[in-house]
């Protein structure tokens, strides 16, 4: 599976931005997706995740109620739907994909990755 990340840019403290990761490769639908971000000087870390098919959804805590995972089988896609972004959102996010069902939120768990997009907000 090859994923290739997209949507990223520059925007203001309030605004909202959605990421779009497109997968190319086999069966994408049977893999569960993630988004994981990683700021400068610190580790990746969880975002979001879905089931395979469009199942159950997951989210790390403090990111609840401003970001939404969601999938489109149609168009091999996975979005994350980002509102209210704060200066500490600032990252560069990462999809990936997953072929097993163990803990969503670390990427140990993920087989592939994609290259990244940079999220910048300004305060």
């Known amino acids: 599976v090859q994923l290739q990340a997209s949507g990223g840019g520059l925007v203001q403290a309030g605004d909202s931005l959605r990421l779009s990761c497109a997968a190319s490769g086999r069966s994408f639908s049977t893999y569960g997706m993630g988004w994981f971000r990683q700021a400068p000087g610190k580790e990746r870390e969880f975002v979001a995740a879905i089931n395979s098919y469009g199942g159950r959804t997951y989210y790390a805590d403090s990111l609840k109620g401003r970001f939404t995972i969601s999938s489109d089988n149609a168009r091999d896609t996975v979005y994350l739907q980002m509102n209210s972004l704060k200066p500490e959102d600032t990252a560069v996010y990462y999809c990936?994909?997953?072929?097993?069902?163990?803990?969503?939120?670390?990427?140990?768990?993920?087989?592939?990755w994609g290259q990244g997009t940079q999220v910048t907000v300004s305060s």
């Open positions: 990936a994909a997953t072929g097993g069902w163990g803990d969503r939120s670390s990427p140990k768990e993920y087989d592939y």
